[in-house]
């Protein structure tokens, strides 16, 4: 079956340090993968997408690479700031089904300054 | 930039009756969908409707839950008879239909959280 696995959080991270969240999935077929962010009391948020292999997604200095050998879509962000502390979520679409997605059990992030 | 709106922001009903929750999707979205986040657990999907009709649905949407486009710009979800369990931020969301399939991200609202007593 489809589903997606993220590290467990919470990340705590000072200002401008680098970030990495992993995240690793199991799907048929060629999914569309993405990054989701929710900011407390908010809706989820399209962060970036990728939607092949070797496809790098980026928005906001966050970037993430789409890695079908390693079925992995790690995100990254070279330096981070008060205002990303937020939950991340990966998430998945797989190939030909409706695009609904399946999602990573989310990973909060906070960063002090 | 538009936006998909939920109503309400918090919804509190007693176990045992019905719950109507409210969505109003991006106007030219035509993929909706519902999913749930229990409190400390992840998003988990519900249902997915296209074209007037249930294209998928999870093991979670049982005969309990229904959902409907009653005009052009409103898609609810409706649960018949609520339980302890279906205690959860529920969310609703749109896709656009156009090239990219399900590259196309979904838009989200943001959230009824469901409180059942």
């Known amino acids: 079956g489809n589903s997606v696995t993220q590290m467990e959080g919470p990340v705590t991270l000072s200002e401008e340090a680098f970030l990495t969240i992993n995240c690793t999935y199991t799907a048929t077929g060629y999914p569309s993968l993405f990054w989701y962010v929710q900011y407390p009391g908010e809706g989820l948020q399209l962060l970036l997408k990728a939607t092949k292999a070797d496809d790098k997604g980026s928005n906001k200095g966050f970037e993430a690479t789409y890695r079908k050998e390693t079925t992995s879509f790690h995100l990254e962000k070279g330096s981070v700031q008060v205002s990303d502390s937020a939950v991340y979520f990966c998430?998945?679409?797989?190939?030909?089904?409706?695009?609904?997605?399946?999602f990573g059990q989310g990973t909060e992030l906070s960063v002090k300054p | 930039e538009p936006e998909v709106t939920q109503t309400p922001s918090h919804q509190v009903t007693q176990m045992g009756q019905e719950v109507i929750l409210r969505c109003v999707p991006i106007?030219?979205?035509?993929?909706f969908y519902w999913y749930r986040q229990i409190l400390g657990q992840k998003v988990e999907f519900l249902v997915s409707f296209y074209n007037n009709e249930i294209s998928e649905k999870s093991e979670i949407f049982d005969d309990q839950f229904s959902v409907e486009r009653p005009d052009g710009s409103n898609f609810t979800l409706k649960i018949r008879s609520t339980k302890l369990e279906d205690s959860a931020m529920y969310f609703c969301a749109s896709r656009y239909s156009g090239t990219g399939g399900a590259g196309q991200p979904q838009h989200f609202g943001d959230g009824t959280r469901l409180s059942i007593l």
């Open positions: 106007s030219n979205h035509l993929y």
């Open positions: 998430a998945l679409s797989p190939y030909n089904q409706g695009g609904k997605l399946i």
